[in-house]
């Protein structure tokens, strides 16, 4: 019998103008998404209700931080319910972006962070690895990593 605990779900959090959510379900199969792009819901009760249920369902949240995002408020929110709810939090910035300068908090939540194109196609790698090896082996990974540096 398949055991659907163990197949990961992602919520994807950040702007959604690039189409970069199309670009990781592509290439990473065998997960759940939850991409909220994909919701149709224009009330901001509504879709505040629908994003929230999302981070609690999920195991992950993939943030993407888009230069084109006028605030990045929602990926903050989104970040802020995750951390609170123990999620691992994947954060992926391109540079350039208004609030950049201010945006650390929601650096300083991410369990992992990534710059630019090349820090995308290495958090596309890394879910595919989480996908195949589980959350627990990505944070040991971490914190090997930290303790390096």
Same mark, same amino acid.
């Given at each position: 019998?398949?055991? &659907? $605990? /163990? ?24 997960? &759940?998404?939850? $991409? ?5 819901? @224009? ?6 209700? =629908? ?13 993407? %931080?888009?230069? @084109? ?6 990926? *903050? ?9 123990? /999620? @691992? ?12 300068? =201010? ?8 369990? *992992?962070?990534?710059?630019?194109? !090349?820090?995308?196609?290495? *958090?596309?790698?890394?879910? !595919?690895? &989480?996908? $195949? ?6 944070? %040991? ?7 390096? *540096?």
């Amino acid at each position: 019998m398949v055991n &659907i $605990d /163990k197949v990961l779900v992602v919520y994807f959090a950040g702007g959604m103008k690039t189409g970069w959510p199309k670009r990781v379900k592509e290439r990473v199969k065998g997960v &759940i998404f939850i $991409d909220p792009s994909e919701s149709g819901l @224009t009330d901001e009760k509504a879709y505040t209700e =629908y994003d929230l249920a999302g981070v609690n369902r999920a195991d992950l949240v993939f943030g993407y %931080m888009e230069a @084109t995002n006028p605030g990045g408020a929602g990926l *903050a929110v989104e970040f802020g319910w995750g951390a609170h709810a123990g /999620k @691992t939090l994947m954060l992926i910035e391109e540079s350039g972006y208004p609030q950049q300068r =201010y945006f650390g908090m929601v650096r300083a939540l991410a369990h *992992a962070r990534y710059e630019g194109e !090349e820090g995308f196609e290495r *958090a596309v790698r890394d879910l !595919e690895d &989480i996908r $195949d090896y589980g959350l627990d082996a990505f944070h %040991m990974r971490l914190a090997e990593e930290q303790a390096e *540096a």
